[in-house]
């Protein structure tokens, strides 16, 4: 028994330490025969920063209890996303979902997070350091993060195009020597 309680002890010191982000907390009422019975609906967003997000909801009598649900939640379906050069996207994209829609777009460094409310906090524990993103219809947080999630999965890095196509990253990737050589020509030939 002790052994097994070791292993589970060192198990759990393994596993990847999670950030989370309060996004939305919603009191939600119930009517019942003698009145209203109010709860509390948590939103939370949870990543290790590395490339790993997933965004939970949990309903409770209490706070704590909603944003314990919730964040177990978020645990439990985390999605990874490629990053460049660990700091932003690889191409600019597009996510939807309802009424929400979002467009993200990969930006040099120094930017920071452009992004409003419920996407900053995605892309905080993302682990993403430059993006410019709008989010373009619906207002409600939950809307705007399932768009954002959705346009994450639709991102793919030049190494999974490359292992898709059966080629190499170099042959995928544009070559950077030649790309000014080739403008200059065409200039010289006009």
Do not use: C, W
């Not at 119930?30 to 920063?49: I, P, S, Y």
């Amino acid at each position: 028994m002790a052994r097994d309680d070791n292993r589970r002890g060192r198990d759990r010191d393994e596993a990847p330490e999670f950030a989370d982000r309060l996004v939305a907390i919603n009191r939600v009422s119930k009517t019942v025969k003698g009145g209203k019975r109010f709860g509390f609906a948590a939103l939370v967003v949870v990543g290790d920063q590395k490339g790993r997000v997933g965004f939970g909801k949990g309903k409770a009598k209490e706070v704590p209890e909603a944003i314990r649900k919730a964040t177990e939640q978020a645990k439990r379906q985390m999605i990874r996303v490629p990053l460049r050069e660990g700091r932003t996207l690889h191409h600019d994209m597009e996510g939807r979902h309802g009424a929400g829609r979002v467009v993200m777009r990969t930006a040099p460094t120094g930017t920071g997070i452009i992004a409003g409310g419920p996407m900053r906090a995605v892309f905080e524990m993302l682990g993403i350091q430059d993006v410019v993103a709008k989010s373009i219809g619906s207002q409600n947080p939950y809307n705007m993060i399932r768009a954002t999630l959705n346009g994450l999965t639709k991102e793919s890095s030049p190494r999974m195009v490359a292992q898709r196509r059966g080629k190499k990253v170099a042959d995928i990737l544009p070559k950077r020597d030649e790309a000014p050589a080739e403008s200059s020509q065409i200039a010289e030939e006009a």
